[in-house]
């Protein structure tokens, strides 16, 4: 969630991160200071890209409970034949 602080030009950054349990590989998605629903889609797809690209499978998906952005998110990994493991 972003804040911002009177008399300061900082700013709250936010960005996704992506672990393959299998390989221990990471992919860090690129910062925005506009996390919305188009952002997340986006970066979505870039992770499976990313996978494609060096041959990682990407069947099952946990994630944080955060609903605020998760739509076009959970969009794009179902489309992609994810599975989400309820993250308790």
Known sequence: MGCSVAGTDMKDLFQLLF??????RIWISP????????WMS?????FLQHCG????????????????LKKGFDEV????????????
Do not use: S
């Open 53 to 68: 690209d060096v041959e990682l499978k990407h069947t099952i998906v946990m994630r944080d409970n955060d609903g605020r």
């Open 77 to 88: 990994l179902k489309a992609a034949d994810c599975y989400f493991k309820k993250n308790h």
């Open 31 to 38: 910062a925005t200071n506009n996390p919305d629903a188009n």
């Open 19 to 24: 672990i393959h349990i299998g390989t221990r």
């Open 42 to 46: 986006e970066q979505a797809k870039n």
